[in-house]
């Protein structure tokens, strides 16, 4: 069985960080390539970042400089720093594994107000 499962999330002012993590099991999560997605309420679900399994990654513009995706599989797990939340931040963000097959975890709330 495939299991994604994310935490970290909560509230937080603007200007504040938060640490997503996400632990896969039931794959071979080094040859997997990893994301973060994120859906506010009324929107669609949109990449955040994502790292590959040789450890390149890419970020959606908005995030770009604020939030670093990183990996450890040794530890079998993805993580998101966010550094300067802003409002518009807040969303539900979904762990993502991708290969052959594509897995998604239960999502992790992410509320940035004052």
């Known amino acids: 069985q495939v299991l994604f499962v994310e935490s970290g999330g909560g509230l937080v002012q603007p200007g504040g960080s938060l640490n997503l993590s996400c632990t896969a099991s039931?794959?071979?999560?080094?040859?997997?390539?990893m994301g973060w997605y994120r859906q506010a309420p009324g929107k669609e679900r949109e990449l955040v970042a994502e790292?590959?399994?040789?450890?390149?990654?890419k970020y959606e513009d908005s995030v770009e400089g604020r939030f670093t995706i990183s990996r450890d599989n040794s530890k079998n797990s993805v993580y998101l720093q966010m550094n300067s939340l802003k409002i518009e931040d807040t969303a539900v963000y979904y762990c993502?594994?991708?290969?052959?097959?594509?897995?998604w975890g239960q999502g992790t709330q992410v509320t940035v107000s004052s």
């Open positions: 993502n594994g991708r290969m052959l097959e594509t897995f």
């Open positions: 039931g794959i071979i999560f080094s040859t997997y390539h």
């Open positions: 790292i590959s399994r040789g450890f390149f990654t």
